[in-house]
Nanobody, 122 residues
Framework: QLQLVESGGGLVQPGGSLRLSCAVS????????IGWFRQAPGEERERVSC????????NYADSVKGRFTISRDNAKTTAYLQMNSLKPEDTGVYYC???????????????WGRGTQVTVSS
Protein backbone atom coordinates (compact mmCIF):
# COMPACT_ATOMS: atom_id res chain seq x y z
CA GLN A 1 0.00 0.00 0.00
CA LEU A 2 1.38 3.38 -1.00
CA GLN A 3 2.29 5.73 1.79
CA LEU A 4 3.39 9.35 1.58
CA VAL A 5 4.76 10.67 4.86
CA GLU A 6 5.07 14.44 4.80
CA SER A 7 6.85 16.63 7.28
CA GLY A 8 7.96 20.21 7.60
CA GLY A 9 6.03 23.37 7.06
CA GLY A 10 4.96 25.93 9.60
CA LEU A 11 5.09 29.66 10.14
CA VAL A 12 8.06 31.73 9.02
CA GLN A 13 8.81 35.38 8.51
CA PRO A 14 9.41 36.77 5.02
CA GLY A 15 12.95 36.02 3.94
CA GLY A 16 13.09 32.93 6.10
CA SER A 17 13.54 29.29 5.20
CA LEU A 18 11.67 26.03 5.63
CA ARG A 19 12.28 22.48 4.51
CA LEU A 20 9.63 19.99 3.51
CA SER A 21 10.20 16.28 3.19
CA CYS A 22 8.18 13.47 1.69
CA ALA A 23 8.96 9.80 2.20
CA VAL A 24 7.44 7.36 -0.27
CA SER A 25 6.90 3.68 0.31
CA UNK A 26 4.86 0.97 -1.33
CA UNK A 27 4.90 2.30 -4.88
CA UNK A 28 4.60 -0.59 -7.31
CA UNK A 29 7.35 0.57 -9.66
CA UNK A 30 10.86 1.97 -9.33
CA UNK A 31 10.04 4.57 -11.96
CA UNK A 32 8.31 7.57 -10.49
CA UNK A 33 8.78 11.18 -9.56
CA ILE A 34 8.18 12.98 -6.29
CA GLY A 35 7.23 16.59 -6.02
CA TRP A 36 5.05 19.24 -4.50
CA PHE A 37 2.01 21.16 -5.51
CA ARG A 38 0.68 24.06 -3.50
CA GLN A 39 -2.65 25.76 -3.13
CA ALA A 40 -3.12 29.27 -1.85
CA PRO A 41 -6.49 30.42 -0.50
CA GLY A 42 -8.86 31.03 -3.38
CA GLU A 43 -6.37 29.77 -5.93
CA GLU A 44 -5.97 26.61 -7.95
CA ARG A 45 -3.31 24.09 -7.12
CA GLU A 46 -0.03 24.63 -8.95
CA ARG A 47 3.02 22.48 -9.38
CA VAL A 48 5.94 23.85 -7.39
CA SER A 49 8.71 21.39 -8.09
CA CYS A 50 9.38 17.80 -9.06
CA UNK A 51 12.30 15.39 -9.10
CA UNK A 52 12.55 12.20 -11.09
CA UNK A 53 13.50 9.37 -8.80
CA UNK A 54 15.71 7.58 -11.32
CA UNK A 55 17.50 10.24 -13.33
CA UNK A 56 17.29 13.12 -10.87
CA UNK A 57 15.86 15.57 -13.40
CA UNK A 58 14.22 18.46 -11.62
CA ASN A 59 11.80 21.19 -12.56
CA TYR A 60 10.46 24.26 -10.85
CA ALA A 61 7.68 26.76 -11.19
CA ASP A 62 9.00 30.09 -12.44
CA SER A 63 7.85 31.74 -9.24
CA VAL A 64 10.22 29.65 -7.10
CA LYS A 65 13.26 29.27 -9.34
CA GLY A 66 16.42 30.36 -7.58
CA ARG A 67 14.77 30.17 -4.16
CA PHE A 68 13.59 26.57 -3.82
CA THR A 69 15.71 23.46 -4.26
CA ILE A 70 14.38 19.93 -4.55
CA SER A 71 16.56 16.92 -3.82
CA ARG A 72 16.30 13.25 -2.96
CA ASP A 73 18.09 10.95 -0.55
CA ASN A 74 20.48 8.17 -1.55
CA ALA A 75 17.73 5.57 -1.40
CA LYS A 76 15.76 7.80 -3.75
CA THR A 77 12.58 7.31 -1.78
CA THR A 78 12.52 10.59 0.12
CA ALA A 79 12.41 14.01 -1.45
CA TYR A 80 13.20 17.32 0.18
CA LEU A 81 12.12 20.80 -0.75
CA GLN A 82 14.38 23.47 0.65
CA MET A 83 12.57 26.77 0.53
CA ASN A 84 14.65 29.91 0.99
CA SER A 85 13.87 33.60 0.73
CA LEU A 86 10.24 32.86 1.40
CA LYS A 87 7.65 35.44 0.44
CA PRO A 88 4.10 35.98 1.67
CA GLU A 89 2.86 34.76 -1.70
CA ASP A 90 4.44 31.36 -0.97
CA THR A 91 1.78 30.86 1.68
CA GLY A 92 -0.46 27.89 1.09
CA VAL A 93 -0.97 24.20 1.62
CA TYR A 94 1.85 22.17 0.13
CA TYR A 95 0.98 18.70 -1.11
CA CYS A 96 3.49 15.98 -1.76
CA UNK A 97 2.69 14.10 -4.95
CA UNK A 98 3.92 10.97 -6.66
CA UNK A 99 3.65 10.35 -10.36
CA UNK A 100 4.56 7.10 -12.09
CA UNK A 101 6.54 6.72 -15.30
CA UNK A 102 10.11 6.72 -16.56
CA UNK A 103 9.99 10.35 -17.65
CA UNK A 104 7.45 11.52 -15.15
CA UNK A 105 7.39 15.21 -14.26
CA UNK A 106 4.68 14.96 -11.60
CA UNK A 107 1.94 16.01 -14.01
CA UNK A 108 -0.56 14.65 -13.56
CA UNK A 109 0.00 13.32 -10.07
CA UNK A 110 -1.10 9.76 -9.37
CA UNK A 111 -1.15 10.18 -5.62
CA TRP A 112 -1.47 13.10 -3.26
CA GLY A 113 -0.35 13.53 0.29
CA ARG A 114 -2.55 15.15 2.90
CA GLY A 115 -0.75 18.46 2.68
CA THR A 116 1.10 20.66 5.10
CA GLN A 117 0.53 24.34 5.79
CA VAL A 118 3.23 26.87 5.00
CA THR A 119 2.58 30.41 6.21
CA VAL A 120 4.91 33.27 5.43
CA SER A 121 4.00 36.29 7.49
CA SER A 122 5.53 38.91 9.72
Amino acid sequence: QLQLVESGGGLVQPGGSLRLSCAVSGFTSNYYSIGWFRQAPGEERERVSCINRVNGVTNYADSVKGRFTISRDNAKTTAYLQMNSLKPEDTGVYYCVVSGGVFSSCVPPDYWGRGTQVTVSS
